[in-house]
């Protein structure tokens, strides 16, 4: 879909996490193709009328090619600045953004389908690693919750 989802001129300004995980907290980060080194679990912004549930199910197919059953609400939301080098995708007016945090448990590390327009490798990372390694501040905070569930 294009920026101008639904024929609307501007992104909705809300969003998706999704963690995929292992039962031993292998965590999946996927790296951006830009910027270069900016690593992080699956995300994506919401289409104009689409559930936060829909969108977390479309974004996981797209970016890693993962079934999306067994997707779970964390019912948790996070809200945090819309970077300036993204500010024009949005309402002028439009400064934030809000999170939906989801995760999905897989038995074991698997191989993914990368969307590489979106990512250029992906890797799994042990729990102290995916911290250290995730770029964002969000997707930090929804591997500690996973990790202190």
Same mark, same amino acid.
């Given at each position: 879909?294009? %920026? ?10 809300? @969003?998706? *996490?999704? =963690? =995929?995980?292992?039962?031993?907290? $292998?965590? #999946?980060?996927? %790296?951006?193709? +830009?910027?270069?080194? !900016?690593?992080? /679990? =699956?995300?994506? @912004? *919401?289409?104009?009328?689409?559930? +936060?549930? +829909? $969108?977390? $199910?479309? %974004? ?5 090619? *993962? ?8 019912? !948790? ?16 007016? =439009?400064? &934030? ?6 995760? #999905? ?7 993914? %389908?990368?969307?590489?327009? &979106? ?11 995916? #911290? $250290?390694?995730? /770029?964002? @501040?969000?997707?930090? +905070? ?8």
């Amino acid at each position: 879909m294009t %920026e101008r989802q639904n024929d609307r001129p501007y992104k909705r300004p809300e @969003s998706v *996490l999704v =963690v =995929v995980h292992t039962p031993e907290l $292998a965590i #999946l980060l996927l %790296e951006r193709v +830009a910027p270069p080194g !900016f690593w992080q /679990s =699956v995300t994506g @912004s *919401l289409h104009w009328g689409e559930s +936060a549930a +829909a $969108a977390a $199910a479309r %974004e996981l197919r797209e970016e890693t090619g *993962l079934d999306p059953a067994g997707l779970v609400d964390a019912e !948790f939301e996070s809200t945090f600045p819309i970077a300036p080098q993204w500010r024009q995708r949005y309402a002028p007016e =439009v400064t &934030e953004n809000r999170e939906h945090w989801w995760y #999905l448990a897989v038995p074991g590390p698997r191989d993914v %389908e990368l969307n590489r327009a &979106e990512h250029v490798r992906y890797r799994w990372f042990d729990l102290p690693g995916a #911290l $250290a390694r995730a /770029s964002s @501040s969000t997707n930090r +905070a929804a591997i500690e919750r996973l990790r202190d569930a």
